[in-house]
């Protein structure tokens, strides 16, 4: 298996990067379409645990779309083969000082395309 072919990571950036505007401007159709639609996606959120396309659908649309926007660092994106990839970044709010926010996708080429079967977003105190 090859890790990070140029042409796979260059799509699963662009991808990670539609994503990142989508969420800072609550583009929640755009977050439904890039999760894939199945029982077995799931989603760990800083205050939620969401089993299945529907429980994840329906945080996005009850969810406040204030005040979402944040600053990413430290992004790796790592694909394997053609058809898997993961993505990890921290972000910081200027609504949260002192926290660090992490956030971990595995995405994973459908007939759709690019789609996060799984995600993680956690905050924890910025400790450098």
Same mark, same amino acid.
């Given at each position: 298996?090859?890790?990070?072919?140029?042409?796979?990571? *260059?799509?699963?950036?662009?991808?990670?990067?539609?994503?990142?505007?989508?969420?800072?401007?609550? !583009?929640?159709?755009?977050?439904?379409?890039?999760?894939?639609?199945?029982?077995?996606?799931?989603?760990?959120?800083?205050?939620?645990?969401?089993?299945?396309?529907? !429980?994840?659908?329906?945080?996005?649309?009850?969810? !406040?779309?204030?005040?979402?926007?944040?600053?990413?660092?430290?992004?790796?994106?790592?694909?394997?083969?053609?058809?898997?990839?993961?993505?990890?970044?921290?972000?910081?709010?200027?609504?949260?000082?002192?926290?660090?926010?992490?956030?971990?996708?595995?995405?994973?080429?459908?007939?759709?395309?690019?789609?996060? *079967?799984?995600?993680?977003?956690?905050?924890?105190? !910025?400790?450098?």
């Amino acid at each position: 298996m090859e890790i990070n072919i140029a042409a796979v990571k *260059a799509e699963v950036e662009a991808v990670f990067k539609a994503y990142e505007t989508a969420l800072v401007s609550n !583009d929640v159709e755009t977050l439904d379409r890039l999760f894939l639609n199945a029982p077995t996606t799931i989603r760990y959120g800083g205050g939620e645990n969401l089993y299945g396309y529907a !429980d994840i659908a329906a945080f996005r649309s009850a969810r !406040d779309g204030g005040n979402l926007q944040r600053r990413l660092a430290r992004t790796v994106i790592t694909t394997y083969g053609t058809t898997f990839a993961t993505a990890s970044t921290l972000f910081y709010r200027d609504s949260a000082p002192g926290k660090v926010g992490r956030q971990m996708q595995t995405w994973i080429r459908t007939n759709a395309g690019w789609q996060v *079967a799984a995600a993680h977003v956690s905050v924890i105190d !910025d400790r450098g």
